[in-house]
Structures are given as structure tokens and as C-alpha cells.
């Protein structure tokens, strides 16, 4: 009787054991159970930890509640400005609700991949060229919203959507480089002209003032013969300015004259007194003896008009 009573309690025991081991679960943090009774959906969703379920009557199926990242295949398109591009993307999105992500969807994460790729190809052909490549941000936006809206039914939002890379052909690559460079040539010419006018400007200026004092472009002329001399491996080639030589032509004449007539002078006082002038006569006619020829001294004395 007692063998018969230890036997029972030992088959109790291992099918107790057995019904333990076959109907405990553990859900993890990040996870939540979602148990199907006899193909029904039960209401309470198990929260993480240790849970039981009727073994044979009850499944639970574990949903992942983490951000999920998934790249979306490059897609190949025409955009607005008939250009032809190839572009990529990222996708980041989580489970919200884990009964709606098992019960309205088959598989959420391949229907949010192929959400994903109809919406990238939906976005490159509303937009133009210029747009994927400095507008990003704004495109972004708007796939995120063209696959948050249907997602929100499945029990998934998205979080964020990234375009990764724009490929584009070689000869729009070498397109837009002729263009990048022809718009760098342009505001090189601008800026190049605006600096000659600028100069243009100060050098009128200086030239006015160069004219109100002459000496002032002589100062200019030694300065920059200072400076071009200031190389040992050149050889200076120094122009005389035709101001300066007019300035020693006149000052030279002006010299002559002064002596030639200090020494008329002078001659004139060492001569005996003759007859005296008659009134009205010029001095110069005094001077030039009774022939009218002028003495040698004065022969050479210029003109009048040629005195400063």
C-alpha cells in the first residue's frame, strides 16, 4: 500500500513537474506576451517576468518593444527634372502596441519594409535634384509622415527616416562640376572687378592730390625707385622726367641772364659819360651802342617770351 502511495505521488510529482516546465514563460524587459487561447486573443498582455499558460490551449507570442533599425534597398527613380537617381535610406521604428502588431498584421517588419521602399520611390519622384541633395531634411519629414499614417493601425510608429546616400550618374557628376566651377570663376571675376574699382577710386584720389603739389609725384618717382631697387638681381633703368629737365632749362637761362646783366652793368660804369640820352630813348637802345648792335655779352641772352 505505502509503494503504491510513494509510486502516485511520484507520477503526481513528474506531471506536475512537466505541466510546470511546459506552461511557464519569461518575458524579458523589453518584450511583452501576447497569448492566443484556443486561437482568441486574451485581453491582458504579459508584462515582463515569469507568467504561466495553459500548455496546449494557450500560445504566446513574444513582441519586441525596441527601436528597430532597418535599411531600406537603394531605389532607382526619375525625379521632377527628369534626372535619373539611385537612393537609399534608413529606417528606425518601434512597436507600440504588441497585440495590434500580431493580430492586424502578418509580419509588421516586412510590411514596414515594403511601406518603407513604396514611400522612397513615392518621395524621388515629387522631387527635384536640388532637393535630395541640400534639402534633406524637409524630404525626411515627409517620408516620415507618408509611413507613420499607416503604420499607426499595425501597433508601429515610426521615429525617424534618414536618406543615406544620392547616387547619381557620371555625366551629371561632371555636369554639376562644370557648373560648380563656372559659378566659382564668376565670383572670382566680381570680386576682381570690384577690387579694380576700388583702386580706381583711390588712385584718382591720389592723383588729385599729386596735382595740387607737383613735388608730391617726384616723391612718388623715388619711392618707387627705392623699391624696385631694393632686388640685387636687377638691373634699374632710371627715366629722367622732362619736368625736371625744363625746371634746370629754366633755372639755367634765368642764370645767364642775371650775369649777362651784371656784367652790362658793370660795363656800362667803366665807359667815359657821353652825350647825354635823349628824352624817350629806352635803355636797351642805350645799351645796344649807336650801330644798334647789342654788346657780345648780351648776344646770347634768350628771348623775352623764353624767361620764366
Known sequence: MVEELVTAGVALASVGAVYFVAAARVVKQYERGVVLRLGRLVSEVRGPGFTMIVPGVDRMRKVNMQIVTMPVPAQ????????????????????????????????????????????????????????????????????????????????????????????????????????????????????????????????????????????ALQLRLLQTVVAVAAEKNSTLVLPFPVELLRFLERSGLQAQAQTAAAEAERGAGERPAGPAATPGVSRAATETGAEGVPPPELEELPEAEDLP
Open 76 to 215: 532607382e527613380g526619375i525625379t521632377r527634372d527628369n534626372v535619373t537617381v539611385r537612393v537609399d535610406a534608413v529606417v528606425y521604428f518601434k512597436v507600440v502596441d504588441a497585440a495590434d502588431a500580431v493580430v492586424r498584421v502578418e509580419d509588421y517588419r516586412f510590411a514596414v519594409s515594403q511601406m518603407a521602399q513604396t514611400s522612397l520611390r513615392s518621395i524621388i519622384g515629387k522631387s527635384e535634384l536640388d532637393d535630395l541633395l541640400s534639402n534633406r531634411e524637409k524630404l525626411n519629414q515627409g517620408l516620415e509622415l507618408m509611413m507613420d499614417s499607416p503604420a499607426i493601425g499595425w501597433g508601429v510608429t515610426v521615429d525617424r527616416v534618414e536618406i543615406k546616400d544620392v547616387s547619381l550618374p557620371e555625366t551629371m557628376k561632371r555636369s554639376m562640376a562644370r557648373q560648380a566651377e563656372a559659378t566659382r570663376d564668376r565670383r572670382a571675376r566680381v570680386i576682381n572687378a570690384d577690387a579694380e574699382l576700388q583702386a580706381s577710386k583711390k588712385l584718382a584720389q591720389a592723383a588729385q592730390a599729386m596735382s595740387d603739389q607737383p613735388a
